[in-house]
T-cell receptor, first 114, second 110 residues
Framework: DAGITQSPRHKVTETGTPVTLRCHQTENHRYMYWYRQDPGHGLRLIHYSYGVKDTDKGEVSDGYSVSRSKTEDFLLTLESATSSQTSVYFCAISESSYQGYEQYFGPGTRLTVT | DQQVKQNSPSLSVQEGRISILNCDYT??????FLWYKKYPAEGPTFLIS?????DKNEDGRFTVFLNKSAKHLSLHIVPSQPGDSAVYFC?????????FGPGTRLSVLP
């Protein structure tokens, strides 16, 4: 298994509070991603990073920000959490194979905003 | 507008039989396709992939077929086992851009 950890694994927070989720990898992969998973939508990309301090927006980036100050860490911040951000959040890393890029996922963080 | 579709939310098959999971895509730029399996309370795990220059890729009990003209791919699991019961996500990519389908829940009945 790829060395990816996420913290916390579960969090309950109140509307309007800031929340930061952490993804840590030990694989030294260049690319890191944050997804959210919701019923009927599969996995939707929030933000991704293609190197230290290099990030870009994904499909559902509104209300989220990210930072990557080290290769191994990718942080996702909800500046002011809303109930619509209740979801399961997955971090992923990717590396190229001889065919293309493959992603490997962390165990997920279940976030509940009350 | 979903670029990757999995039109069957769920599928049930008997143990030992073949499971066929389907996926359709709309973007012709996709050149690499992947299948992931997800158990409850775990992250998705990579299962098998196929490049757009191929029409079939096989790995043990798992085979992925790609029909580029129809923009359709399928995952065949033979024989199906109870441990295969999970949600299966199809994903399509070009470069570092990945798009996932909504998933199909497979139940393999003993």
């Amino acid at each position: 298994d790829a060395g990816i950890t996420q913290s916390p694994r579960h969090k309950v927070t109140e509307t309007g509070t800031p929340v930061t989720l952490r993804c840590h990898q030990t694989e030294n992969h260049r690319y890191m991603y944050w997804y959210r998973q919701d019923p009927g939508h599969g996995l939707r990309l929030i933000h991704y990073s293609y190197g230290v301090k290099d990030t870009d927006k994904g499909e559902v980036s509104d209300g989220y920000s990210v930072s990557r100050s080290k290769t191994e860490d990718f942080l996702l911040t909800l500046e002011s959490a809303t109930s619509s951000q209740t979801s399961v959040y997955f971090c992923a890393i990717s590396e190229s194979s001889y065919q293309g890029y493959e992603q490997y996922f962390g165990p997920g963080t279940r976030l509940t905003v009350t | 507008d979903q670029q990757v579709k999995q039109n069957s939310p769920s599928l049930s098959v008997q143990e030992g039989r073949i499971s066929i999971l389907n996926c359709d895509y709309t973007n012709s730029m996709f050149d690499y396709f992947l299948w992931y399996k997800k158990y409850p309370a775990e992250g998705p795990t990579f299962l098998i992939s196929i490049s757009s220059i191929k029409d079939k890729n096989e790995d043990g009990r798992f085979t992925v077929f790609l029909n580029k003209s129809a923009k359709h791919l399928s995952l065949h699991i033979v024989p199906s086992q109870p441990g295969d019961s999970a949600v299966y996500f199809c994903a399509a990519s070009y470069g570092q851009n990945f798009v996932f389908g909504p998933g199909t829940r497979l139940s393999v009945l003993p």
